[in-house]
């Protein structure tokens, strides 16, 4: 039996607040002198800065089926909407909201019998 061994690392997205703030008002306004908006027809840009990274790493899982199986259905167990998912042959990372991060954390580490 391959043995998993995962860690739990909460971070806050990837970017800081202040970068996203930043990045979004320039985006907007590039895309405002640009008059693109008519050529692709988008409505509205919008951004979410309240939102948590959670991931789950370990050498193991890609030889052992059912780790991500077992997290989104943790965290869907506990309601918790996945926003964005990102994955490596180590690591599986999801974007979750803010407010539910501490949750997601016990429940994962439950899950994975790290208590």
Do not use: C, Q, W
Not at 27 to 33: E, G, T
Not at 49 to 71: E, F, Q, R
């Amino acid at each position: 039996m391959t043995s998993v061994f995962i860690n739990l690392i909460y971070t806050l997205f990837i970017l800081k607040k202040i970068k996203i703030y930043e990045y979004y008002h320039f985006f907007a306004s590039y895309l405002s002198k640009t008059n693109i908006k008519s050529k692709i027809k988008y409505k509205d840009i919008i951004h979410n800065d309240k939102v948590a990274k959670v991931s789950i790493v370990g050498a193991g899982m890609v030889s052992t089926p059912g780790v991500t199986y077992k997290m989104f259905r943790a965290l869907s167990d506990e309601g918790i909407n996945i926003l964005a998912i990102s994955t490596s042959e180590i690591k599986l990372s999801v974007i979750i909201d803010e407010e539910n991060t501490l949750n997601a954390i016990k429940k994962l580490h439950t899950i994975f019998d790290l208590d």
